[in-house]
């Protein structure tokens, strides 16, 4: 099984939304905001090729919207997901699968492009894979999370007949696992990925960069806050006592790190890139 990073955007989000009540004279000690109190992140997906299937985690956002929607999230249109799967020696049709973490733009948007007036899948060969709870929650959305769900991501996707939905906790396939997490949205798929070297867990919203791991560096933009806190918290006990791997999709300077105690608390052990960690 070969793991490879692959990243679809490079942009920027607003300091407030990525780490909600903290108070930024505490968390731009650990990531650097702009003059404007922006963040440099990314949308880092993981591309697994078993052999027999290549599964690529979520998609980034695409780039089927007007100019003004990616002007205001000061998008790099240098980096898009085709450039950077080409790269790593890839095109859309290797693609088997692609699994969705959740369904907000920033994960799905380049699921489904644009070609003239029409709306057609990316990876039009593979199977793609999201929580039934999670489609339910998209295509009937709640006030705070509407602005993140797009018709134009979700229906091509559901018309398609490529759309499988999990329903609980379990195996995937040999050497993944899926868990369901709730906290940032309803029904957030999070992969454990079994290796030699030990377990990879694709972080997704759950915990979005290194800087995050504190119990309460929670995002402004989490449905469930105080749920995200009982499920990080969970989580990051089992981390420490298994040394998980952790895989950043959005940190821009952290791809992995373990996890470690501290007198207040969990925080970012040792840094490293997912090759180094598998060597």
């Not at 229906?155 to 999990?166: Q, Y």
């Not at 806190?229 to 895989?247: D, G, P, Q, R, W």
Request: overall charge negative.
């Amino acid at each position: 099984m070969k793991l490879i990073p692959v990243i679809a955007d490079v942009w920027k989000m607003d300091g407030g939304v990525a780490f909600g009540v903290v108070p930024k004279s505490i968390w731009q000690k650990i990531y650097p905001a702009d003059e404007n109190n922006m963040l440099s992140i990314v949308d880092r997906c993981l591309l697994i090729d078993t052999g027999e299937r290549r599964i690529l985690t979520d998609t980034g956002m695409g780039r089927k919207r007007d100019e003004k929607y990616y002007k205001y999230r000061f998008v790099d249109h240098n980096v898009t997901l085709e450039k950077s799967l080409a790269e790593a020696g890839y095109n859309t049709s290797d693609i088997t699968d692609v699994l969705l973490t959740h369904l907000h733009d920033d994960h799905v948007g380049g699921a489904v492009k644009a070609i003239g007036t029409d709306l057609v899948l990316t990876f039009a060969e593979a199977t793609h894979w999201c929580s039934i709870s999670q489609w339910e929650w998209a295509v009937h959305p709640n006030v705070r999370e509407a602005a993140s769900y797009f018709p134009d991501n979700l229906w091509p996707l559901h018309d398609s007949g490529r759309l499988r939905f999990i329903e609980s906790d379990g195996e995937f396939i040999p050497g993944i696992d899926l868990r369901i997490y709730n906290g940032h949205t309803q029904g957030q798929i999070i992969p454990f990925i079994k290796t030699p070297y030990g377990t990879v867990v694709y972080m997704g919203d759950f915990i979005a960069t290194a800087a995050n791991i504190p119990i309460p560096y929670v995002p402004s933009v989490d449905s469930q806050p105080l749920v995200s806190m009982t499920e990080k918290a969970e989580f990051l006990e089992e981390a420490v006592s298994n040394n998980y791997c952790l895989f950043f999709e959005h940190d821009l300077y952290t791809e992995c790190c373990s996890v470690a105690r501290s007198p207040r608390g969990f925080t970012a052990g040792k840094r490293f890139s997912l090759k180094e960690f598998c060597s």
